[in-house]
């Protein structure tokens, strides 16, 4: 899971998970933050605090029938999309480690699809690596 201005890197460390509620969460969190970073009259950062909210698992926030449609979604495999203004939140299933590329510097952890056409990573320089090559993984 990632967010980044539309066709450029990320802007923060993307999350590996295999647990569909903790990246909605994480999901949800980075769409609030967002919001609350954004002037509170923007639509864009109404938009994304709204959707943050259909997306928070966390006490407090109901589970409405948007939450389930779209967690029974990603358990399926179907990835997840957001745009708010010039940003764009994802969260991409990978039901295998092979469909994914990783900077073995474990003070990095960068992950990329593999169809990334970049071979180093854009955060440190290293190689990237196969998931069986990759010690922070273990």
Not at 93 to 108: A, G, R
Not at 116 to 124: G, Q, Y
């Amino acid at each position: 899971m990632s967010d980044a201005y539309a066709g450029c890197l990320p802007e923060t460390e993307p999350i590996v998970t295999d647990d569909p509620v903790l990246a909605m969460d994480a999901l949800a969190h980075l769409l609030s933050d967002w919001a609350e970073a954004t002037e509170p009259d923007d639509s864009d950062a109404t938009g994304a605090a709204a959707v943050a909210e259909i997306y928070c698992s966390c006490p407090g926030h109901g589970h409405s029938a948007e939450h389930s449609d779209v967690l029974a979604r990603l358990e399926r495999g179907a990835d997840l999309s957001e745009t708010a203004g010039l940003r764009v939140f994802e969260i991409a299933v990978c039901v295998q480690l092979d469909c994914l590329k990783y900077c073995p510097v474990s003070d990095c952890r960068t992950v990329a699809s593999i169809t990334e056409v970049d071979a180093r990573c854009w955060c440190c320089g290293a190689d990237f690596v196969p998931w069986d090559g990759c010690s922070w993984l273990g």
